[in-house]
C-alpha cells in the first residue's frame, strides 16, 4: 500500500496550468483543484492529451478572496499521473481527466501585477 509523506487536504480554487506539449507548442489550461498537499495536488483537465508522465509545467493557483491583493501561488511542478481517479467530491464526466503533479519547488507568493497575467487566463477562459 502507497504511503504518501504528506496529508492531502480538498481544496477548490482555480488553477492555471502552463507548459509546450510533447509537439513544442506552449499551452495554458484554467482548471480547478481537487485536493492539494505539502508535495502536491490534483486537478481536473479538459485537455488531458496536453500532459504526459514526467513533463514540467509551471502551477499558479489563483487565491480567492483577494480582490484588493490579486493573489496566486506560483511554482513549476512534474506530471505524476493522467488518467482517471475514484472521485468522492464530484461526479465524473466524459470530459474531464485527472492530472497529478508534483511540486519542485517552493511556491512564490504573488500579488498585483505580478499575478495578473494569471488572472487574465482566467477570464479569457471564462
Known sequence: MEQREY???????RLVIQGNNQAGQRFSETTEL???????????????DQ???GQTVEANILLPGTPDLQGA???TARIMEVGNRIDAHKKQTADLSQVAIHFLE????????QAERFRQCEREMS
Not at 481537487?34 to 488531458?48: E, K, V
Open 51 to 53: 500532459y504526459v508522465t
Open 34 to 48: 481537487i485536493n492539494i498537499s505539502g508535495g502536491g495536488a490534483l486537478f481536473y483537465s479538459r485537455q488531458p
Open 73 to 75: 501561488m506560483h511554482t
Open 7 to 13: 496529508q492531502r487536504f480538498p481544496l477548490n480554487c
Open 106 to 113: 517552493p511556491f512564490q507568493i504573488l500579488r498585483g501585477k
